[in-house]
């Protein structure tokens, strides 16, 4: 028996079908081109057609298969309609990653601290003045659109017998962020969705699991941390790497062993976790 060509095979997910939502983004779109370059088909779902279709083309360029997909996962109806696209291409999708989310400076308080005295800015935004509107949309992004992409995408892996579903959560599920209320309650909800819908899905052969990302250097957050003028870490940013025990922010590729992990067989005994990629941010204390 050649023990290492078994072990290889646990990984081997060519011919299989992913859909990725948010794929037209640094990390989701990082994710595809990993998937692209072992024979995954990929659907790549984005609210930005022209993004997705960038990433559709470097995967397609490299020779692997990949479609592009307008998609807002907020909105239900052409979220079965890609549902549908994507069936009638390569059938129901073996795999979906529910990439797409992010945050909302409405849902952000400008200070960590309250400050009952008043703060030192007139403009700044405390608790008592984030936006109802700006809150409900972090969290909709956030947890609405993992629910309703699944629940949508989940149907045929049911039917089918078999699938893996990977999640986005975050840090601050498990560690709420300061300032930011709104994602850390999204993400805190992404978690316990995730291991509510493992238990649900048990006996289907469909697994449920989560990825709990640290801080990524992606654009969204580098006009938040970097200094635009200097290039130089703000002192958020500094904080962040000075809590991270190694010492610097994550890149995107440094995902896709996770996400290979938590698609294949060779975790085909895992389900309802939520696994933290975060540089050993979540276990440090001082």
């Not at 037209?24 to 072992?38: F, H, P, Q, R, Y």
């Not at 995730?194 to 006996?203: G, K, N, P």
């Not at 060779?266 to 001082?286: C, E, H, L, R």
Request: net charge neutral; hydrophobic share 45%; proline share 3%.
């Amino acid at each position: 028996m050649d023990m290492k060509r078994d072990v290889l095979k646990l990984f081997d997910l060519s011919g299989k079908v992913a859909v990725i939502t948010g794929g037209g983004g640094g990390l989701c779109g990082t994710l595809a081109e990993a998937l692209g370059e072992m024979a995954v088909k990929v659907a790549i779902l984005d609210v930005n057609l022209e993004r997705a279709e960038a990433r559709s083309l470097d995967i397609v360029r490299s020779g692997g298969a990949a479609k592009a997909y307008q998609c807002d996962v907020l909105n239900a109806g052409r979220v079965r309609e890609c549902y549908r696209e994507v069936c009638d291409v390569w059938g129901p999708p073996d795999f979906l990653v529910n990439g797409a989310g992010g945050n909302d400076p409405r849902g952000t308080t400008a200070e960590e601290f309250h400050d009952p005295a008043g703060s030192s800015s007139v403009a700044a935004q405390s608790f008592f003045d984030l936006d109802t509107a700006g809150f409900r949309q972090v969290f909709d992004l956030n947890f609405m659109g993992t629910f309703l992409a699944t629940q949508v995408f989940s149907r045929g892996m049911v039917e089918k017998g078999k699938g893996s579903i990977v999640n986005f959560s975050s840090l601050s599920a498990f560690i709420p962020l300061t300032k930011v209320a709104a994602y850390s309650a999204a993400k805190a909800a992404v978690s316990n969705f995730t291991r509510w819908l493992a238990v649900h899905f048990s006996h289907t052969g469909v697994r449920v699991n989560a990825l709990a990302p640290g801080f990524f250097m992606t654009e969204q957050l580098r006009f938040l941390h970097v200094d635009r003028e200097t290039g130089e870490l703000l002192p958020r940013a500094r904080k962040v790497v000075a809590h991270t025990p190694m010492g610097r922010y994550g890149k995107p590729e440094d995902l896709i062993g996770t996400v290979i992990w938590l698609l294949s067989e060779a975790s085909s005994f895992v389900t309802g976790v939520v696994v933290p990629v975060d540089g050993g941010f979540s276990s440090y204390s001082i």
